[in-house]
């Protein structure tokens, strides 16, 4: 289960996963960019990536989807990451 809330400090929509993460961004990333994403910048602490909107995803599962404040959107884009976070969850 998914948890969307907006953001307090910008236009954006943080999605958090009900349950724990520890995300390896590096094989989320290859496996998104297989689903069309531009993958901008990788760090063992944080991935940004872009379709559409601008997307922060860090480690413990947690996304920010930048630049719009439709809940509903941020949460296809984020079903969509995170059928890819699940492929490569470490725990």
Not at 8 to 34: G, Q, Y
């Amino acid at each position: 289960m998914l948890v969307a809330r907006p953001c307090t400090s910008m236009k954006a929509i943080n999605i958090t996963p009900r349950e724990n993460f520890d995300i390896d961004l590096e094989e989320v990333c290859e496996c998104l960019a297989e689903k069309g994403y531009q993958i901008k910048r990788v760090t063992k602490f944080l991935a940004l990536v872009r379709k559409t909107y601008d997307i922060s995803i860090f480690p413990s599962g947690k996304i920010i989807v930048k630049e719009t404040d439709d809940r509903e959107e941020a949460l296809k884009i984020a079903q969509e990451i995170y059928e890819c976070i699940k492929a490569y969850k470490v725990s």
